[in-house]
């Protein structure tokens, strides 16, 4: 099932294609890399009316090139929420607006939960810069994020206060994510929604390795043993090459679904509206478990 992230006035796809796409994050032009984009195109004037140009090295990595000078950080909001935005060395802006569809997926059934008298727990794991951590907080639910990172902690702390959430029930906290559930499960702790975004490659705080291929099961089958009786809900987003959103939901139906009977599995990609020729930008895989209203 494709989930489109349209819902956006300060982000918008202008165009894409040829390996790159053209970007408006709230008044600024960005042009950047997009493998996904592989389809040919010509390219309009529009593409050299930018701010920013982030260039592919032969290397591996890149530099951005800036036509225009640009604020050290600017804010785009997504309804109710802001986000802090700048460009990275690694050519991101510490924010995914394809995102946006899961945010409101998380954000309805919390809502839901706690217009019923329910208390909300949500796990964010593999956090960068606390999108859905905000999403979840903002909605009513009591949040504990988890990054290896210090930098990209420190700067959802920013968007927490961007968000007006400063006195909202947040924990941030720099750990390797499978080691802090097994902690988690040994001290006991519950939660009703975990949301996760594990990368292909990555190393913890302490060295530690992840890879997607042979942690993820491992990663899940320990999430599933920190989940209430009656969660609301488990979403795990991937951009890894060469994993299919099937392999999500089967995981998810093999392990899960076995566990927690009153819910239902669903998988699909991600994606961005394209503004110039209405096509669709796919930009990542989600496998969810629900329980059912």
């Known amino acids: 099932m494709l989930k489109v992230s349209d819902k956006w006035s300060d982000y918008e796809c202008l165009d894409a294609g040829n390996g790159e796409k053209l970007e408006r994050w709230g008044k600024v032009i960005l042009r950047r890399p997009e493998p996904q984009a592989m389809w040919e195109m010509k390219f309009s004037d529009d593409w050299n009316k930018i701010?920013?140009?982030?260039?592919?090295?032969?290397?591996?990595?890149?530099?951005?090139?800036?036509?225009?000078?640009?604020?050290?950080?600017?804010?785009?909001?997504?309804?109710?929420?802001?986000?802090?935005?700048?460009?990275?060395?690694?050519?991101?802006?510490?924010?995914?607006?394809?995102?946006?569809?899961n945010w409101d997926f998380m954000m309805e059934k919390i809502k839901k939960a706690v217009s019923k008298g329910k208390k909300v727990k949500v796990l964010n794991l593999f956090a960068y810069t606390g999108a859905a951590t905000m999403a979840s907080s903002k909605a009513g639910a009591d949040v504990v994020q988890v990054d290896a990172s210090k930098g990209m902690t420190m700067w959802a702390k920013e968007n927490r206060d961007l968000c007006g959430l400063t006195d909202h029930n947040i924990r941030f906290i720099v750990d390797d994510c499978l080691k802090f559930v097994e902690r988690e499960y040994r001290r006991g702790h519950k939660y009703d929604g975990i949301v996760m975004d594990p990368p292909s490659y990555g190393r913890g705080p302490n060295k530690e390795v992840w890879k997607f291929e042979k942690n993820m099961a491992v990663l899940l089958e320990a999430c599933l043993k920190i989940l209430t009786d009656e969660p609301l809900f488990l979403l795990i987003n991937a951009y890894t090459t060469g994993i299919s959103n099937i392999v999500l939901s089967n995981m998810l139906k093999t392990m899960m679904l076995p566990l927690y009977p009153n819910g239902k599995v669903t998988s699909g990609e991600v994606g961005l509206p394209i503004t110039k020729n209405s096509l669709i930008l796919p930009c990542g895989i989600y496998g969810r478990w629900e329980s059912n209203d």
Request: zero cysteines; proline letters at 6%.
């Open 51 to 101: 701010d920013g140009f982030y260039h592919r090295s032969n290397k591996g990595g890149g530099y951005w090139e800036f036509k225009n000078k640009l604020p050290e950080f600017w804010t785009v909001k997504y309804k109710d929420l802001t986000f802090k935005v700048t460009p990275t060395n690694f050519k991101h802006t510490g924010l995914f607006p394809e995102q946006a569809t």
